[in-house]
């Protein structure tokens, strides 16, 4: 069976959203090993970024990840941030993503995530072995990335600059679910 996205094609910002926004599990309908191979961090990170703003669209706290299997290039999971969407308390894009990509040996996966983990996420992301986080926002928010590297995480920053725009507009519109997101209730 042949795909969309393959050897031959060009990886563009349209490819990337159609990565972004299709169900994980059907992503070997859309791209082959060939394509996934060619994506580079800067791909996985703007991804995560069009995750965000699909939060964003939603309503929602504008953060994304994308969990990559680092033999393989394969998105093994991807979520964004759904606690407005779902009226539910922790689930964050990086949470989310985890969710996606289920009961997996994360230690040979890198993470990325369009803004820094709150301190729940990044003692998920320590507890489940992931061997790498890549964050692509410490403008809007950070603190972790210590915490992260301490437990034996390799963490790199990759900013980008369409997903510190996006958090700042956020951030100044709505504050108050801004703090409740990253700090919890009783910051509100």
Known sequence: METLLNARTEVTHAALAAIAHMPTASLPVLMDEAFARRLTDGDFMRIAVLLAQKSFDEGGCPIGAVIVDNDTGR????????????????????????????????????LFTSLS?????????????????????????????????????????LEDPRGIDLYAR????????????WQGRRAS
């Open 75 to 110: 998105i093994v999971g991807k979520g964004h941030n759904t606690l407005v969407q779902e009226n539910h308390p922790y689930h964050h894009g990086e949470t989310s993503a985890v969710r996606d990509a289920g009961r997996i040996d994360f230690s040979r996966t890198t």
């Open 117 to 157: 983990p709150c301190e729940i996420c990044a003692t998920l992301l320590y507890m489940r072995g992931f061997s790498r986080v890549v964050v692509g926002d410490v403008t809007n928010a950070s603190g972790t990335e210590s915490l992260l590297s301490e437990k034996g995480v390799q963490v790199d920053i």
């Open 170 to 181: 956020f951030r100044a519109a709505k504050p108050e679910l801004d703090r409740e997101d």
